[in-house]
Structures are given as C-alpha cells and as structure tokens.
C-alpha cells in the first residue's frame, strides 16, 4: 500500500476498500449463494446481502480485526453501540487496524471502520462519516453495487441478459464480482442523498449537525497535501468535498442549527481502570 490516505469510501470516494482488496476470492460457500435460485440481472436482496456477507467475511480474515476489548473496539461501540438496527436493516461493526483513511459499507449490513480514520476523527465526526455509510445501506445504495457488479461480471462472461439462472459460477467470476462491487462508485445523486441522511440521522439523535461539514473540511484539507493527485483521481467522479462542506453548512444554517464546529478530543485509548480503594482493618481487644 503505498498511498498514506485512502480516500474516504463512500463518504469522500465511495468508501472502497483500499487497494490491497482489490481482487477477492470469495470461495465455495459463495458459489453456493449465487447457485441458489439468483437469475441474470435480478440479483434479489437476500442474494446481494448474502454475497457480500461472504465478501466482508473474507475481508476479515484478511485483515487484523480489533478485538473486542481493543481500545479501537470499545470507543466504536460507544460511539454506535445504540445505532445498531433501522428501518429495514440491520448494522454490525469492526475495526481493522490500518492506517490509512478509510470505511465501508456492504449491502447486508457490515461497517468496517479503519483505526486510521478514528486517529483524525472525533465522536461527531466518526457519526457523520458512518451516518452516510448507514444511508448508503438504508437506500439500498450498497445492493444496488453488488447487482452492479454481478451484472458486470455476467457480461464480460458473455452471459445473456435473458439467462434464466446461472448454473455454474467459478471463484474467479466471484472473485471479480467481489472486486467490481467493492471498486464501484456510486452516483452524486446516490451520495447527496447519504449525505442528507447522515445529516438528519445525526438531527434526529440529538447529535452536532456542524461535524458533518467539519469531516468534508479536513478531506478537503488533505486533498491540498501531498495526496492530491491520489484524491483527485479518486474523486474524479464524486462531488467536491468544499462544495459538500458548504452544502452541510447550508443545511445547518436553515435549520438554526449552524455554529462554526471545533474538533473535540480524539481519544483512542482504553478508560483507565477504577482504582481500588482499600480500608484498613481494626482490631478490637476483649476487655478481661
């Protein structure tokens, strides 16, 4: 991995898995889901969500996973432990230890946060960028690339768009579907509207709406570093993320909600165990 950053997935860039994932071999129980009943270019809910299931499971175990009393671990189960479930999904987090800036979110509810995007993001900040993970879901925006990248991958196979089912489905296709899926970009009409979601999710739970502009500030920020040529090749199809700040503060500002947002204290260590408190004994004589 040679960039530093890695864009910000769907949030900064589509939340796509950084370049180390991009070819995955999603193995024999995979085969099995696609087998079952899943025709040409109607990729159902139940089979987007169970592919990319087994894609995050590969992911997983490709990855080093904070454990659960990993200091990564508790700080994301404090922060979204209660905003595990919606209207018509259901949520699960990981943290993988890696620096680079990045998160994702898949069609059958996985939300993988890296430890590098918590070390330059507060609580607020982490709920902004995840809130627009959480909209991708709930739009079904995360489905939508999975059918994506199973139709592609039919066609490059030569496969009929009028094929009733497929009945024989090989690790390299899947391994390409998984790619292609994890690699897609979603439109600026799929990512305005993530962005409200977020923006009304963290309304709706009594969260800082400011934060949200103050994540596409520092994207912003890191795009005028030494990344930029990276950021920009990643961002070439997504909408500037100044623009995307200034839309925040706009949506802020019409709510009279706006106030100019201050970083709070990141903190990604474990709390500091409660220090036991000892008492002396006494001992008392038996008058004779």
Known sequence: ????????????????VNQMNAQINLGDKAVGALQKGVTS????N???????????DKLDAEHEVAGPNDPYTLRLNRVFGKHTSGKGYTLNYKVYKLKEVNAFATA??????????????????LIAVIGHEIGHVANNDSRDAMRAAYQKEALIDGASSQSATISTVTDSQLGKIGSAMIDSKHSRKQEAEADLFAYDFMKKNGYNVNAEESAFRILAKMSEGKEASFLERMMSSHPDSKQRAEDAKKRAEKDGLYKPYVQQKIVNTAPAPAKKTTTKKTTTTKKK
């Open 108 to 125: 059958d509810g996985s939300v993988r946060v890296y430890s590098g995007l918590m070390d330059i993001m507060d609580d607020n900040e």
């Open 46 to 56: 139940a089979d987007a969500a169970k592919l990319s299931k087994e894609a995050v």
């Open 41 to 44: 270019f109607t990729l159902t």
């Open 1 to 16: 991995m040679k960039n530093k950053f890695i864009l910000l997935g769907i949030l900064f860039a589509s939340f796509g």
